[in-house]
């Protein structure tokens, strides 16, 4: 366990080198701690280290051109989630469940969904086109959301 921990420690350092971090950031309603860098000019990765029931290593990447909203998703705090580009909505780690706040993109109208969303270390994106990964799709009233598994560029705990 504790080479395990120390591999994706050096992982996350390499990665850290590699990439222009832009934000750092601390939930403390939720436990974790967060850090955000640039791979590849604006495609954002993140790692965040949750303090939850049970302990899994995962490699997460995201998309966004918006480094803002990335910011704001990692100096948050609390059970809400953020959606980018109406996109993508996650909850934190450290929270048993969260509401996830949906703007839909391909509309003229604001307006937003809510959706309770169970949070024990898995992470939910809106199923659409510009959805990457492979995924599984979780059918809703409004649409789909897919669970995300694997991806290629970073790190993330969860305790």
């Not at 309603?29 to 495609?43: E, L, P």
Request: hydrophobic share 45%; proline share 3%.
């Amino acid at each position: 366990m504790s080479e395990r921990i120390v591999s994706s420690v050096g992982i996350l350092l390499l990665l850290g080198l590699a990439a222009n971090v832009q934000a750092i950031g601390l939930h403390p309603m939720g436990g974790n701690v967060g850090i955000g860098g640039t791979v590849a000019g604006d495609h954002m990765w993140y790692v965040k280290f949750g303090l939850t029931h049970r302990l899994a290593m995962e490699m997460s990447f995201d998309w966004t051109h918006d480094s803002e909203s990335a910011d704001r998703f990692w100096l948050g705090g609390g059970l809400l989630c953020h959606s980018w580009q109406g996109q993508k909505v996650r909850p934190y780690a450290g929270a048993r469940a969260a509401i996830a706040i949906y703007d839909d993109p391909g509309s003229d109208e604001s307006k937003s969904r809510f959706v309770l969303l169970p949070s024990a270390g898995v992470e939910y994106f809106i199923h659409d086109a510009l959805s990457l990964g492979a995924e599984a799709s979780l059918p809703l009233m409004f649409g789909s959301f897919s669970l995300r598994t694997t991806t290629l560029a970073a790190v993330r705990y969860y305790f």
